[in-house]
């Protein structure tokens, strides 16, 4: 099982990215997927998260309103819509599937390798 992040990049605050995640090995629906992400000298944190077979939606406080995570289920990819970026969103940001506990913590099955956002003042 593979998980391929991508989309990230350098954008001034206030812009707009939108993350990806494709997957090999695996059909993205069979597990809740999650996005996290880890600025420079600190843990993991949680961004959102989605239950497939209800369409549920979960978002970090810091996030709500502003990132929207959605599926494709013809591209069998995850995606992360990020508006009103802000330079403390500056992170490598991760892609996961098949959370062991509880879809915020970072305990998944499956990782992407990560992809950077960067977030300019």
């Known amino acids: 099982v593979q998980l391929q992040a991508s989309g990230g990049g350098l954008v001034q605050t206030g812009g707009s990215l939108r993350l990806s995640c494709a997957a090999s090995?695996?059909?993205?629906?069979?597990?809740?997927m999650g996005w996290f992400r880890q600025a420079p000298g600190k843990e993991r944190e949680f961004v959102a998260a989605?239950?497939?077979?209800?369409?549920?939606?979960y978002y970090a406080e810091s996030v709500k309103g502003r990132f929207t995570i959605s599926r494709d289920n013809a591209k069998n990819t995850l995606n992360l819509q990020m508006n009103s970026l802000k330079p403390e969103d500056t992170a490598v940001y991760f892609c996961?599937?098949?959370?062991?506990?509880?879809?915020?913590?970072?305990?998944?099955?499956?990782w992407g390798q990560g992809t950077l956002v960067t977030v300019s003042s």
């Open positions: 090995g695996l059909a993205l629906s069979t597990y809740p």
């Open positions: 989605i239950i497939w077979s209800a369409g549920n939606t």
């Open positions: 996961a599937s098949g959370p062991r506990g509880a879809i915020y913590t970072a305990d998944y099955n499956y």
